[in-house]
């Protein structure tokens, strides 16, 4: 691990008066990727979207004490007992402390750039080298600006090789990156046309990609040179020499003589440094294939030990971040390249299509969006994706997006098109294409991933069982406790607090007594629109720019401000609305959203002059109606409701419900005189009181399994940073579950405890992990993989989790990822 003082650092930034000793082992530019905060040292880049400085204060109060700054009025005598590092601007300096780290290694450093393959061939070196060197690499796709200073810092002193990426986007960018890295072996990977839309030709990018190589001896590459690769490289005077493999030149270090492609990858007989060799590869489309055999010829200079024996080649694994094939559900194989959205990569992925359609014997289909990164002439790009579409026997072409309408006349008139992939979802079940090879491939801003989603296969292990009977009797519960007649909202917003908002839905509108659900946006309604739900919705946070989208989907908007509705009363005026139902939101105690009292006269006015929309409901938010402390101040925001009104009554020409109580305010104060209620945790078994008095039964348990046990001596450490240190002999399993799937980091070192099938309580072990956390499975000797482990239930209350974490239940509960399976289920 990378160790420096602060002092060393501040020197190198020309900050030579800073004294302290306190050692830096992680550079940090995102404050949400914190692990370590005593050893880490924050840089508050500056760009057109973020100011980084704005998250010093949360990161002060999470234990960060070093921080890189450019705002020479930053109030930094606020943190005493931080160190503030100014310089002139904090992106330069996070790359000159990258480069300060580089100047002390010793070891070979492999610079990668190219337009395709960047990140395959550093992952497939690393798995060839991997078994006999001691490799540190690039983490994904650390390649820009900021990727490459925190590449390099991540750089072992004792590595035996470094692998680091380079990508470029703009002129100029190469000669930083090639300061910071300074390569001493270079490597050139497929050269396409991505980011040319910066440059005025292909050729200008590609000399901006060999700068990176300007004190190179040798560089590996493909000698099969494509034209504009060989004019750059004649016209130029560059001090490397180009080596690499070829399929038609003899005196490449690696020649390809002959492929034979079969049902589980390809057979390849070569000559490789002057030997005749023969081995296999385990993957089908070409971009891979030829990946690694630029990967065999960089060995003959790094690891030429490597290559006695090939028999290594048909076990290395795929890179996941490109061409992933995956098991989908009725019969589907996806092939997810939504990582690449250029030309070039489309040509990859369509053979890799084609060889799993001709394996397969299943007809083939491809999903694709925009191809943001390629071209100045769009026209030009999307004809030759057409004619490249024309030669594949493709039983669909799915277009997605603005700019692939724009173009659609260009491919096949039998290909579709939607305006969005939520437009796609929404139109098609999750049988469409069934027992077809389907190809998804496009640019980041589609979430063409959605798709990928939707049509994955899915085999859960970690467990998310919602009861639905018990939401009709705790909804029951609060029935019986109001007057009769009382109406009901429902809360589904947080995808229904994380327990699935569809099914909890559907469910209540089937059982019937819910006159509304509230959700937090409109995209949450548009759904629950589209899987059938009648049930009058209302918005809670109309953002601009959706009011259409509203309107069409009948949702009703929460408006609590003047700005709001006036722009909400233009829009329904421009719709053609007529006494469209809006809510009104006001302020009388929790001073977060709301029209002030003093403002109703002027909202009046301004719904005088329109008959566009119709007001259905008033409503405040109670901000303590759980303290009976505080109840003072809970009857003066019921009595403002009141006072407004009646002063709306008298004006308004139509009649409107009225609503104040939330889940706490309808337990304690059920005689308040209103038309309806807003029902919120109460509905999912969670009381927001001390003590329940109402006999509320919890909806949701969450369980995992056990993947994997081991037995582990006394004074071993489990997990990250060796938190977990063992007192006694112990056996220690691991369930998939991790604060990736919200499962808080809170709760691991034994501050949680969880249930076996037999009832034995088990704590938690070590740092709670991504996707994984560890348990001392000790005193359960029944506890074996495979077995169930109960997070929380009836018995094992959530709010166990919740108090051990100084949070609330259902923050725990919202939290809990999508990717955690819901099984639903009624009694």
């Known amino acids: 691990m990378t160790s420096v003082t602060i002092t060393d650092i501040a020197s190198a930034l020309g900050n030579p008066a800073i004294r302290d000793s306190r050692m830096i082992t992680t550079l940090l530019t995102d404050s949400r990727a914190l692990t370590f905060p005593e050893g880490t040292l924050f840089f508050a880049l500056v760009t057109q979207k973020q100011d980084g400085h704005k998250y010093i204060k949360p990161l002060y109060s999470r ?106 986007s703009r002129p100029g960018e190469m000669d930083r990156l090639e300061r910071i890295i300074l390569p001493t072996v270079g490597v050139l990977t497929h050269l396409g046309t991505a980011h040319l839309e910066n440059f005025p030709d292909r050729q200008s990018l590609i000399r901006e990609k060999l700068r990176l190589f300007r004190h190179c001896d ?165 004809s030759t994706i057409s004619s490249l579409l024309r030669r594949f026997d493709l039983s669909e072409t799915i277009l997605i997006g603005d700019e692939m309408g724009e173009y659609r006349t260009t491919f096949s008139p039998n290909a579709r098109y939607y305006r969005s992939t939520e437009d796609f979802l929404a139109d098609h079940p999750e049988e469409y294409l069934a027992d077809h090879v389907v190809l998804i491939k496009g640019a980041h801003e589609s979430h063409l991933e959605e798709i990928v989603r939707r049509m994955v296969r899915r085999v859960h292990q970690t467990i998310l069982s919602v009861n639905l009977s018990r939401l009709g009797h705790n909804l029951n519960l609060y029935r019986a406790h109001l007057p009769k007649g009382m109406r009901f909202t429902c809360m589904l917003k947080a995808n229904a607090y994380g327990l699935g908002s569809n099914e909890v839905a559907r469910y209540l509108e089937q059982t019937g007594g819910v006159d509304y659900f509230a959700v937090a946006v409109c995209d949450e309604g548009k759904e629950l629109r589209r899987l059938g739900i009648t049930t009058q919705i209302m918005v809670m946070n109309p953002e601009p720019g959706s009011y259409e989208q509203i309107m069409s989907n009948h949702l009703e908007p929460n408006i609590f401000n003047k700005h709001l509705l006036l722009d909400f009363i233009s829009a329904a005026e421009r719709y053609g609305a007529h006494l ?147 007192t006694r002999d112990s056996r220690i399993g691991v369930i998939p579950i991790g604060y990736a799937d919200g499962l808080p980091r809170q709760l691991g070192n034994g501050r949680a405890l969880f249930r076996t099938e037999s009832g034995a309580l088990i704590p938690t072990v070590g740092n709670v992990c991504m996707d994984a956390v560890m348990l001392d499975l000790t005193d359960a000797p029944t506890a074996v993989e495979g077995s169930r482990v109960v997070i929380f239930d009836d018995q094992l209350p959530i709010t166990r989790l919740s108090d051990a974490c100084g949070t609330i239940h259902y923050e725990i509960l919202s939290r809990l990822s999508s990717r955690i399976a819901r099984h639903y289920f009624t009694e």
């Not at 308004?652 to 889940?663: E, G, I, R, S, V």
């Open 63 to 168: 234990g960060v004490r070093a921080f890189v700054i450019s705002d020479r009025h930053f109030p930094t005598d606020e943190y005493r007992d931080a160190t503030f590092i100014t310089v002139p601007d904090t992106l330069a300096a996070l790359q000159q402390v990258g480069s300060l780290h580089r100047h002390r290694l010793s070891m070979p450093v492999v610079g990668i750039t190219g337009s395709n393959g960047k990140t395959t061939v550093k992952e497939l070196l690393y798995q060839m080298i991997g078994g006999t060197k001691k490799v540190s690499r690039s983490p994904r796709s650390y390649n820009s600006a900021i990727g490459v200073p925190l590449s390099l810092w991540g750089i072992s002193d004792d590595a035996d090789l470094a692998l680091i990426e380079a990508g470029i």
């Open 218 to 382: 040798r560089v590996y590459g493909c000698l099969d040179l494509d034209p504009d690769l060989q004019t750059v490289l004649r016209e130029g005077s560059y001090p490397f020499a180009l080596t690499g493999w070829s399929r038609s030149r003899q005196d490449a270090v690696l020649w390809i003589r002959r492929e034979v492609h079969t049902s589980g990858g390809v057979d390849v007989d070569a000559t490789l440094s002057g030997r005749e060799v023969h081995f296999e590869l385990p993957f089908l489309d070409d971009g891979t294939i030829e990946d690694c055999y630029l990967a065999l010829t960089i060995l003959t200079e790094l690891a030429p030990e490597r290559l006695k024996d090939l028999s290594f080649t048909h076990r290395l694994e795929p890179v996941s971040m490109r061409l992933e094939t995956l098991e989908g559900e009725h019969g589907m194989t996806i092939i997810n390249d939504t990582y690449n959205a250029d030309i070039d990569s489309l040509s990859i992925a369509l053979s890799a299509l084609r060889r799993r359609q001709e394996l397969l014997g299943k007809p083939s289909a491809v999903i694709m969006s925009a191809f943001r990164e390629s071209s100045h002439d769009k026209t030009g790009l999307y």
């Open 580 to 726: 469209y139902p809006i809510h009104l939101k006001w302020n009388t105690g929790m001073h977060r959203t709301g029209f002030d009292e003093d403002e109703v006269e002027e909202v009046l006015t301004i719904l005088s002059r329109t008959s566009a929309v119709r007001v259905a409901s008033i409503f405040t938010h109670l901000s303590v109606a759980d303290e009976p402390t505080e109840d003072d101040y809970t009857y003066k925001q019921l009595a403002m409701l009141d006072r407004v009104e009646e002063r709306l009554r008298q004006a308004l020409p139509h009649p409107f419900l009225k609503h104040a109580l939330n889940t706490a305010g309808m337990t304690r104060f059920p005689d308040y005189r209103s038309d309806m209620v807003r029902l919120g945790c109460g509905l999912y078994g969670f009381s927001p009181l001390q003590v329940d008095p109402m006999g509320l039964e919890p909806v949701a348990s969450l369980s995992s399994v056990i993947l994997q046990t081991r037995k582990l001596p006394a004074g071993a450490t489990v997990g990250y940073g060796r938190k977990g240190l063992l």
